[in-house]
């Protein structure tokens, strides 16, 4: 098993930064790959960004790239998204996952693993 942990949500405005965090514990051995997603409200969960565990194989969906960039710390187990340039559309609760598999994906269903989410909030 592997459990895995956000913080750094809250409350920014347009054009300001924020960076989230996903700890991971357990088996974390066995992780191929994390990824971050969100869900705004009355919308699917959606990809941000994936990385392989190792550091490489990086993508972004098209609406951040640009403007949030993922990695990881090694010693701690944690993967990051940092968030610049912020705008109201990035509103939502944001999942980190992890993957077992043997490649990145941007695929939702792909993943393994799911923290239980940081509510993330851009006032205009």
């Known amino acids: 098993q592997v459990q895995l942990v956000e913080s750094g949500g809250g409350l920014v405005q347009a054009g300001g930064s924020l960076r989230l965090s996903c700890a991971a514990s357990g088996r974390t051995f066995s992780i191929y790959a994390m990824g971050w997603f969100r869900q705004a409200p009355g919308k699917e969960r959606e990809f941000v960004s994936a990385?392989?565990?190792?550091?490489?194989?990086?993508y972004y969906s098209d609406s951040v790239k640009g403007r949030f960039t993922i990695s990881r710390d090694n010693a701690k187990n944690t993967v990051y998204l940092q968030m610049n340039s912020l705008k109201p559309d990035d509103t939502a609760v944001y999942y980190c996952?992890?993957?077992?598999?043997?490649?990145?994906?941007?695929?939702?269903?792909?993943?393994?693993?799911w923290g239980q989410g940081t509510q993330v909030t851009v006032s205009s």
């Open positions: 990385m392989r565990w190792g550091g490489a194989n990086i």
């Open positions: 996952a992890a993957r077992i598999g043997m490649a990145v994906s941007t695929i939702r269903n792909d993943y393994d693993y």
